[in-house]
Structures are given as C-alpha cells and as structure tokens.
C-alpha cells in the first residue's frame, strides 16, 4: 500500500523558516517524480514544486521561486521542501504527492503551515 505522511508544519512569524518531510512506503521512492502541492484556506490547489528522481532536477511554482527549496534523500525514501522567508500567504495544507502517468496519483494527508504575526 503506498503511503506518504507528511510533517514539519506548524505556526511561524513572516519571514521565519520551517522544513516539511515526507515519508514514503509501499513503492520504490527513487524510481519516481515527486511533488508538493498546497491548498490555502478556503482555496484551490496550487501545485509548489516538482523534483525529478535522482534529483537532477526541479521546478517551482513563481509564487515561492527562490524561497523554498525541495530535495529528496532516496536512501531515507523521504522527500523535503525547506520554506524561507515565509509571507503569510504561504498558509497553507501542504501535500507531498507521487508523480505517475502525467499526475499525482497518491497524496499525503498534509501538514498545515500558518503564517501569522
């Protein structure tokens, strides 16, 4: 059964910092794309980024361009996404999600990460 489970959200100050993780079981992580996804309260979802499976590449969504930064460990069969200079409209759901057959075919439950002051 493919699990993913999110973690490392919480409550942080505009500009502060937080690391999401997300385990992976049930299939081999390190043959597969992997993505972060998020869906602000009372919003749709807007996909983040995307690293490929060796991580020889990414991509990301302008809205978080040259502030979050996501990377894979396949040894770990963990997928991170490190957020700086967080604003409050990161606020946000977070779901890490498997990548297969052009879209997103399993999801975490996600973790919650709220911007506030």
């Known amino acids: 059964e493919v699990q993913l489970v999110e973690s490392g959200g919480g409550l942080v100050q505009p500009g502060g910092s937080l690391r999401l993780s997300c385990a992976a079981s049930?299939?081999?992580?390190?043959?597969?794309?992997m993505t972060w996804v998020r869906q602000a309260p009372g919003k749709g979802l807007e996909w983040v980024s995307a690293?490929?499976?060796?991580?020889?590449?990414?991509t990301y969504a302008d809205s978080v361009k040259g502030r979050f930064t996501i990377s894979r460990d396949n040894a770990k069969n963990t997928l991170y996404l490190q957020l700086n200079s967080l604003k409050p409209e990161d606020t946000a759901v977070y779901y890490c999600?498997?990548?297969?057959?052009?879209?997103?075919?399993?999801w975490g439950q996600g973790t919650l990460v709220t911007v506030t002051s």
């Open positions: 690293i490929n499976r060796d991580s020889g590449a990414s």
């Open positions: 999600t498997k990548w297969a057959n052009g879209a997103s075919n399993a």
């Open positions: 049930g299939f081999t992580f390190s043959s597969y794309t």
